[in-house]
């Protein structure tokens, strides 16, 4: 397992991709994908227990589902640095005949991906089945999965975290990224969320909470504790509080950044603040 | 005229509930998911005998299509069951996404399709299924005729690697196809050899099919008769001669005529051998209550109807 420093200079160089991707392509989505660089570099290069050969068939493994797919940038900047293939591909983001469409897809074959995601409120269900299969394949690993906090409005998921928590789902951990943002403003103004860990926990799941999603070390601590709480008959939820656009100041502290790309002046401003720690791709 | 015995009146569904009994027994990788409809999908045995492969979603039928696609994952290969309204339309987007897109494993299995489901009326019935389906890249669109048939389907598609529509009804009908019979995917089926008009016909509406063309060669008119189970992919090869034989059509389907097997066939003719063609379905309606039989009458979709159709096709000859 890597050490946090290591974690800290591959979460920067993470940010870098992700800035670098938008804007060659000028579209895409960096605000949510800044918010959970923090979350991905912890669970792919410190937390999860991933097989060396990339083998993407389901088995022996941890498993992971992106339900709000449209931070793909992070995503793919983070499997292509834990090696599920080659970083310098990062440069066909959203490109033409690319395997990295602008939300994740099986269907070019990238390896990594294990469901489409993208129309929201879809991926707890999926994690869910995969969690299942690994019961009745008797793997004791486990499966993780990343949700907006705008995207809980989706109807989807409620049908979903019933189902889990009455079926004592316990080694599945759905994160929900609460950065208090969507795309036509505060969650809080379009549909008020409330309390989020009050209503999984009033569903029957045990929740936990990381106060500051952009703090590496709690959400290290975070999700291992998260970890120890499976296995005891509830499916677990963390709550992580997260700030859109994080690491780049101007991005900070609204939603602008949501679906919007740095034009080349902005780009440099972002990546002066992110200084190169392992090479560009 | 080759003649076919009902070997006793069953419903499709039956035939599905009793193909799941034995893939139950067969293949461990099945597993089965329903969304508070256990008894109209026969499934009990199944459940009864394998009760941990069998996942009680309640009323939630887009966490269930999720959850099937998830289960794929590790190689299960879930039958995700429910009425072909709520299997279909209710779900399109979870279907399209998580299972199509992301081509899963992941047989639907749809009861109650078409009209025949009778007196619950238009909200439960549904006649745009096979439309929406087979729209969706990579989708296999299955309606078999009868209970061997249905039950013989269920069976075949687990041998098939990906997403899979099967279409099924409630109504106890003929049930005359071969017990134990090969169904292979994708194969027309070529019930009885004619001459003059080419009847292709999917469902419950290939038994009416076959009691028109025995009425029709009484007149004279001589009928071939072919059972499209799969409506995608779409055995255009077999369509083809047929119609290139006969020089016109009549399809017939408890469906709308919008989105059909109709329209398969029709861009089939139309882009290789244009060939006059009469659509027995409905036309662009909702349906209502009634007994199955009440409704196939009023909605032009019986043996009456076919013959009507063929008639008129002969004159465009």
């Known amino acids: 397992m890597a050490t946090i420093t290591a974690l800290e200079e591959l979460v920067v160089q993470v940010r870098r991709d992700i800035l670098r991707m938008v804007h060659k392509v000028n579209s895409g989505h960096p605000g949510g994908s800044l918010g959970c660089t923090e979350f991905f570099v912890a669970l792919y290069h410190h937390v999860m227990d991933l097989k060396t050969d990339f083998e993407m068939d389901g088995v022996g493994e941890d498993l992971f589902f992106l339900s709000n797919g449209h931070i793909s940038p992070v995503f793919y900047s983070v499997l292509a640095r834990r090696g599920y293939f080659p970083i310098e591909e990062l440069n066909t983001f959203r490109l033409i005949d690319s395997r990295l469409q602008g939300h994740p897809t099986t269907h070019e074959g990238l390896p990594g991906i294990r469901v489409a995601s993208g129309s929201l409120g879809q991926g707890m269900s999926v994690a869910i089945g995969a969690a299942l299969a690994k019961k009745l394949n008797g793997d004791d690993h486990l499966v993780y999965s990343l949700h907006g906090d705008g995207e809980l409005q989706e109807g989807q998921n409620w049908e979903a975290i019933m189902y889990a928590a009455a079926n004592k789902v316990d080694n599945l951990i759905a994160t929900v990224d609460r950065n208090g943002q969507q795309i036509d403003g505060p969650t809080e103004t379009v549909l008020s969320l409330g309390d989020v860990g009050e209503k999984f926990r009033v569903f029957g799941w045990d929740v936990l909470e990381i106060a500051d999603g952009n703090d590496l070390e709690q959400v290290v601590a975070g999700l291992k504790a998260a970890k120890e709480r499976t296995g005891k008959g509830k499916p677990v939820c963390i709550v992580m509080t997260t700030m859109m656009g994080n690491g780049v100041d101007f991005m900070m502290h609204t939603h602008a950044w949501h679906g919007k790309a740095p034009n080349d002046e902005q780009l440099a401003t972002a990546l002066a603040q992110n200084p190169e720690t392992l090479g560009d791709y | ?303 009456t109807a076919i013959e009507g159709a063929v008639e008129r096709v002969l004159k465009r000859k």
């Open chain 2, 1 to 303: 005229m080759t003649t076919y015995t009902d070997q006793g009146k069953q419903d499709t569904r039956s035939g599905f509930g009793a193909g799941m009994t034995a893939l139950g027994r067969t293949n461990l990788n099945v597993v089965t998911l329903c969304a508070d409809l256990v008894g109209s999908l026969k499934i009990e045995t199944f459940i009864a005998e394998h009760p941990e492969r069998f996942f009680q979603v309640g009323i939630a039928e887009a966490n269930m299509m999720g959850m099937a696609a998830g289960l794929t994952i590790g190689g299960k290969i879930p039958y995700a069951t429910t009425f072909a309204n709520f299997a279909t339309g209710r779900v399109y987007d979870q279907i399209r996404q998580s299972i199509a897109y992301s081509h899963k494993n992941v047989k639907i299995c749809a009861s109650h399709a078409g009209i025949t489901l009778g007196e619950d009326g238009a909200t439960h019935q549904i006649l745009e299924d096979i439309g929406l389906m087979k729209m969706l890249p990579g989708m296999t669109v299955i309606n078999p005729c009868d209970f061997n048939q249905t039950k013989a389907a269920t069976m075949a598609i687990a041998e098939h690697y990906g997403p899979v529509y099967l279409r099924f009804g409630r109504p106890k009908v003929a049930n005359f196809t071969p017990v134990d019979q090969n169904f292979e995917i994708g194969k027309a089926v070529l019930l009885h050899p004619g001459t003059d008009v080419t009847l292709i016909a999917t469902g419950h509406l290939v038994w009416p099919s076959l009691i028109a063309a025995e009425n029709l060669e009484n007149r004279g008119i001589s009928c071939e008769v072919i059972n499209i189970h799969t409506i995608k992919p779409l055995d255009e090869a077999a369509i083809l001669a047929s119609a290139k034989k006969t020089g016109c059509v009549v399809t017939a389907e408890e469906h709308n005529y919008l989105g059909g097997l109709g329209e398969s066939v029709a861009r089939t003719l139309a882009q290789h051998a244009p060939t006059p063609q009469e659509f027995v379905a409905t036309k662009d309606t909702f349906g209502e209550s009634g007994t199955p039989e009440q409704l196939m009458q009023k909605y032009g979709l019986d043996n």
